[in-house]
């Protein structure tokens, strides 16, 4: 009899839940929710916050080598908005996972293990300078499509964390343009550099999107996150609209993209495109990309060896 | 630059002292970019970073209108031996590089941060009545930056000394150490350092290094420190252009892109 | 009595005001060890880009937030008028009977600087 009235209670519940993302509310931390949106949550926003912390480090080893005062300037601002990022990101995971006793700490020990995964494009190497120009036009790019379509999450702490990101992506996007735009009307040499980029970028933009559906890679978060209203486009509609965006502006500035097939069919109005290699994203989700370990190491070095820091500054237990 | 008066000459050197010190000790603040305690340090301590590149920028943009070379140039081509830094602000973080095994020292980054700031403060006070203007008037913008910077690093060497944590307070002790070795260097005005005290652009060295024990004195103090403090330049000056292997090692990281294409545009 | 892990990671909110005379506002949570960390942790990590005149750092755990079933105390009936200047604006009417200018909101916190005598 109890159960049955506590699972009438729980229907009710979720049915007052449901009704109130579909109604536009906001849902808070303090908020009641079904397991299953806050899993989702949590899935995302940690993956999203880590991958914050750890894309600041290609970007980071290209701060001191930037080729100008000014540039080392706009890109080390550049690197502390990432890491700003995954400040927000990680607390609004934090807060998520406060029923499971789970704390920041926590999240570092669930990426050393690899079970927390990072974006894929953060396991590449950023070997130029022409690299660190393109991660800011081109792979900002592609995360200001993604987050943007956020932006009306029904989980309101992650709206609101989106909305300080979105709008500090707008001057990394301006930040990469710049130094491509140097780049593109510089030397010859120059001119490669971006070119070169964008051969070696190019599949790891069409990956950041995730896979089409699930039979590419086996499972896919879309079809729940866009349930729950957390996002609102699928995978493959984001990507189209990357395309749409930036394939125009590669090309006015006379770089091709390594792609034959790529065109845009007007009648079905989408783009047709090779489609990269989606077994790439369960390599880097084992975390065995190019530079996965290097990257996980740095990380891991650090927190090791502040560890006293944390440990002398803990308040004494009361 | 075979015609320039002594005047001339101390100003800027007086200029590379300043420039030259906070561009390297911002190279190293960049370099623990990633690497901090925690991440809200991380944001926090890449602000001080930015601030103090922006201050060498400041200083170098000065020496360009003086004619001695342009800023991006002065920033990024000058070999070690010309660096006027003083050798403290070149020691790396620790072990490692910052791409690969960083072992870095927060204890040593604290505490340098801590001594550099607070002197960096009483060099710009005295440089508030400088008598090269142009300079009087960059001092008082500069500082107005340095507030937080030393309320920062100063709130770090309270709270790690003060935390009663053995192993937090044995590193502390030890950077301090490491640190004073070669904080004369911060003081030291290089060999023109008497004609720039005679021409009024800045007080002495001894003066400066006094005002500095002045100020961290209560600090230390209040963290049951000893106040008797050897302050030297182990290393030798760099104000004199004499540099170790670690400022040579960054100058190739800082310079490697702009060293590809020194005409181009970038 | 309260046992409490120990952790570096202890949660503050984070409030700031633009001027001297704004409200204060809300901008995120961030963690610290203590509130003197915090404190000078929370203008660089959340107003690198904006002025602040004030800042403010609250333990998270001295907040006491309304649960879901409190902020049901919050509606009220739109039946309020006799509470706001709404509820009174036919008095200028009447006034302009005697001649007279309402003083309304307008006007008297225009009074701020001063008021210039006249008959």
Known sequence: ?318 | MGNDSLKDIAIKELLLHLADDDFIHSYRGAEWLGLAPHIEEDVASSSIAQDTMGHAAIYYKLLEEIGVGNADQLAHDRPAKERRNAIILEVVNGPGYYMKDPEYDWAFAVVRNYFYTQAKAIKLQSLHTSSYEPLAEVAQKVQMELYYHLMHWKMWFVQLLGSGHEEAVSRMKAAIEKTLQDFAGVFSLGQYGEEMVELGLIEGEADLQKKWIEAVSPIFESVGLATTFEIRMAKGDGRNGKHTEDLEKALETLSEVYASDKAASW | METRQKTYFEEFEVFSRKTQTSPVQYHFSLLAPNEDIAIMMAQENFMRREAVDDIWVVKRQNIRKMTAEEKKTLQRLDNKDYRTTKGYGYLKKKWRKYEQEMLDEKEIMSWAGGVKNGE
């Open chain 1, 1 to 318: 009899m109890n159960v049955l009235l506590n699972d009438m209670a729980e229907q009710e519940k979720l049915n007052q839940f449901i009704a109130r993302i579909e109604a536009g509310e906001k849902i808070e931390a303090d908020d009641w929710m079904p397991e299953d949106y806050r899993g989702t949550l949590i899935k995302l926003i940690s993956m999203h916050g880590i991958s914050e912390i750890m894309g600041a480090l290609p970007e980071k080893e290209w701060v001191p080598k930037a080729p100008t005062l000014n540039r080392k300037l706009g890109i080390m601002a550049k690197v502390q908005d990432e890491m700003g990022h995954g400040q927000l990101l990680l607390r609004v995971a934090e807060d998520l996972l406060k029923p499971y006793n789970k704390k920041r700490d926590d999240l570092m020990q669930d990426l050393f293990k690899g079970d927390l995964k990072f974006h894929n494009v953060f396991h590449m190497e950023a070997k130029t300078w022409g690299d660190a120009g393109l991660i800011g036009w081109l792979v900002d790019g592609a995360a200001i499509i993604s987050q943007t379509n956020m932006l009306g999450a029904s989980y309101g702490p992650y709206a609101r964390a989106l909305l300080r990101i979105c709008a500090e992506e707008v001057f990394h996007a301006q930040h990469g343009e710049a130094i491509i735009m140097a780049l593109a009307e510089g030397t010859e040499e120059q001119r490669k550099l971006v070119q070169d980029s964008i051969n070696y970028w190019w599949e790891s933009l069409l990956l950041f999107f995730g896979p089409p559906s699930k039979k590419e890679v086996g499972s896919s978060k879309q079809d729940v996150t866009i349930k729950y209203r957390i996002r609102t486009s699928t995978n493959e509609e984001l990507r189209q609209a990357f395309f749409s965006k930036y394939v125009k502006r590669i090309l006015s500035l006379g770089y091709t993209i390594p792609d034959e097939t790529l065109r845009f069919d007007k009648e079905s109005e989408t783009w047709i495109y090779q489609q990269p290699d989606w077994g790439k994203l369960k390599v880097y989700a084992r975390n065995e990309g190019p530079l996965s370990q290097e990257r996980l190491s740095l990380r891991r070095i650090s927190y090791e060896n502040n560890k006293w820091v944390r440990e002398a500054l803990a308040p004494k237990v009361i």
